[in-house]
Each structure stands twice: as C-alpha cells, then as structure tokens.
DNA sequence: TTGTTATTCAACCCTTTGCTTGATCAACTA
DNA sequence: TAGTTGATCAAGCAAAGGGTTGAATAACAA
C-alpha cells in the first residue's frame, strides 16, 4: 500500500484520464482518424496550453501516441490501452455474473426440491 | 461546454472512481459478495473514515449500493453500471476496428490488383 | 440506563488538477 | 533573413482530492 506496482499505476492514469469529457471527446475524435492539436482544440472553449497538456495526460496514460509531420505532433488513439481497461472491468463483471449463475443453480435445486 | 449532461457527468464520477487503486481493490472485494464498511476497510493501512469516504465516492458514482443490518451498512457491487463504463469504451474500440477491416479490404484490394 | 459497536460528520492540511497568460522553441514560408 | 504557424514551457491561482483527528449519531447489548 505504501507504494504501487506498475500496473496499477497504469490503470490509475488510464481511468482518470477517462474523468474528464474534454479528455472524452477528445477520445471520440481520435477513434475517427488522428488529429493534431490545433484540430483537436478547435471545438472547446478552452487556450490550446490547455487541450495540450490534456493530451499529454492522455499520451501519459498510455491511451494516445504521437507522430510528427513538420510542425504538428499528430495525435493517434492506442485502441489496445482501451481494452486492457475493458479487461480489468469485465474480470469483475465475469465474477459477478457467475455468482448470479450459482444463486440461479441454487434456487433451481431449491425448486426441484420444493416440487419432489 | 458550459455545462455537462448527466450521462456525461455520471461517466466522470464513474471512471474517476476507479481511478484510485484503493476504490478498485474495494471492486475486487466487493465482487466476491457484499461486505461492511469495517470489513472493508480491514486490508488498509488507512483510517476507517478515509475508507468511509471511498465507499461514498463509489456510491455517488453509482458503481455499488447499500443496505442496512442493524448498525452496518453493507455495500454491494452493481455490476451494471460497470457494464456502462464497458459500453462507452467499447463503442470507441470497435470503430476503431472496423477502421481497421477498411484498411485491411483496402490492402487486400491493392494487393489483388498487384497480383493480377 | 450505560456502554459498545458501526458509521458518518466536521474541520483542517497538503498535494494535485485544470485553467489562465506570457514567453519560448521548432519548423516551415516569403 | 524575417515572419508565421504549431506546439510546449513556466508561473501562478482557485478548486477538488485524499488523508488525518475528534466529535456526533444510530442501533444494539448488558
């Protein structure tokens, strides 16, 4: 608890860059292509220093990487970080699932008890 | 921008609750059966309030709810609204596949012009 | 009633976030 | 070369997050 294994770091980045909805939609432009920063903070009513470093928030996380092209840093979704977070949530969504097959066993046993 | 819609707001709470290796192995926990706060706050090296407020944290985000036992207040998980949290990521990863089945029909067209 | 257990409230501290403005850097263009 | 464009760095500020301790509340047990 004092300290974090890597791992968890990486989630802890992961999800909360995920907080935010300017991080959000910048996510949703970036899945219909890749974008350079200018173009990404052109629909907020925020500075460009400020979609910058959400960006770079992203890219910190692991969920975004960037090229060059001259004077532009284009920006590029990683789609594989978007599924180890989906991973982490459906291992307990799976547990939970079964749990709920076992209570349906359960009463199922009940049932045929109830009913011999 | 001024203002966020609730579905908007509902997924900050929600990914920024998991943003906290605290609050993600209370998910662990919780998705082995429900557990009071004492029980919950047991594996920390953090004060029962500390933990208190996590669980609080989790509940406004909707991610787990709770009922009453004399003087304990049991959490449960609610796997449903994880299933959200998948849901909005998952819409983003899956276009971004099928960007990658058009560049693969791309590819595989170019290569069969190539080859005849 | 008195005491104990389970949990929350309240006030405070320190660190981090998200934002701003102004300056700087890097690479193109006239 | 000088000017412009794209992006980042730096300093500062208000608000929020995560932690603490001590007091309060609620429900049970003696």
Do not use: C
Not at 29 to 55: C, M
Not at 60 to 88: I, N
Not at 90 to 114: A, K, M, P, V
């Amino acid at each position: 608890m004092i300290d974090e294994n890597p791992a968890d770091a990486r989630l802890d980045r992961a999800f909360m860059a995920l907080a935010d909805p300017v991080r959000r939609e910048i996510i949703a432009r970036l899945s219909r292509g890749p974008a350079t920063v200018n173009e990404l903070a052109e629909p907020f009513d925020i500075s460009k220093q400020a979609v910058s470093k959400h960006i770079q928030v992203l890219e910190h996380a692991g969920l975004v990487t960037r090229s060059r092209d001259a004077q532009r840093r284009p920006v590029h979704l990683d789609a594989a970080a978007l599924e180890a977070l989906t991973a982490w949530i459906d291992g307990y969504r799976l547990i939970h699932e079964q749990q709920f097959r076992r209570l349906d066993s359960l009463l199922g046993s009940l049932t045929s008890t109830t009913e011999s």
